[in-house]
Structure formats: structure tokens, C-alpha cells
Nanobody, 119 residues
């Protein structure tokens, strides 16, 4: 079993910053891609940023230049530094990881953390 636990969400004003963190734990043999998705009210979940087990990254166009994803492979963590936040960034942010356990390879999700940006 694998658990992803997010932290760092909150309420900020437009232009401010937040840093989200996600820690993976459990029967992890290997971690492949780790990333962040978000879901705003009434909208579908969308990719924010993903980082492969190497150095490849992919960002949503709406966050390029403002958000930075990093990971610590030794600690099985992935972080999302969010700068210059706007009200359009308001959403529940979910951590996502492609994990190989001793039994299977599967994609796991965290429980989500709320980010609210006021104008």
C-alpha cells in the first residue's frame, strides 16, 4: 500500500506565493513520474506540473514561469513552488505518483489540499 500526503495549502492574496509538498510512503520499490493536478469547482481535474524520475518536466501553459516542481528522490517527496498566484489558481491540488511496489505498478493520488487565492 502507498500513501501520498500533501501539505502547504491555504488562503493567500493575489501575487503571493505558496509551497506545496507531497510525501510518498509505504511499500515503494521505485517511483517514476510525480506530479501535481488541480480541480477547481465545476471543472475537470487538470495537470499542473509533472516531473519524471529523470529531469523531464511538463507544465500547464497557465502556470509556466510562475510554478516550479522539484522532487527529492531520497525522501520520496515532490514539491510545487507557486509564485505570483492569481484567483484562477484557486483549486484543490492533488499529488500524483506512478509507483512500483513489490506487487504492482500503479498510479496513486493524495487526498488533496485546498489553495484559495483572493483578489
Amino acid at each position: 500500500q502507498v500513501q501520498l500526503v500533501e501539505s502547504g495549502g491555504g488562503l493567500v492574496q493575489a501575487g503571493e506565493s505558496l509551497r506545496l509538498s507531497c510525501a510518498a510512503s509505504g511499500s515503494i520499490f521505485s517511483l517514476y513520474a510525480m506530479g501535481w493536478y488541480r480541480q477547481a469547482p465545476g471543472k475537470q481535474r487538470e495537470l499542473v506540473a509533472v516531473l519524471t524520475s529523470g529531469v523531464g518536466t511538463n507544465y500547464a501553459d497557465s502556470v509556466k514561469g510562475r510554478f516550479t516542481i522539484t522532487r527529492d528522490n531520497a525522501k520520496n517527496t515532490v514539491n510545487l513552488q507557486m509564485n505570483n498566484l492569481t484567483p484562477e489558481d484557486t483549486a484543490v491540488y492533488f499529488c500524483n505518483a506512478d509507483v512500483l511496489t513489490t506487487l504492482q505498478r500503479a498510479v496513486y493520488w493524495g487526498q488533496g489540499t485546498q489553495v484559495t487565492v483572493s483578489s
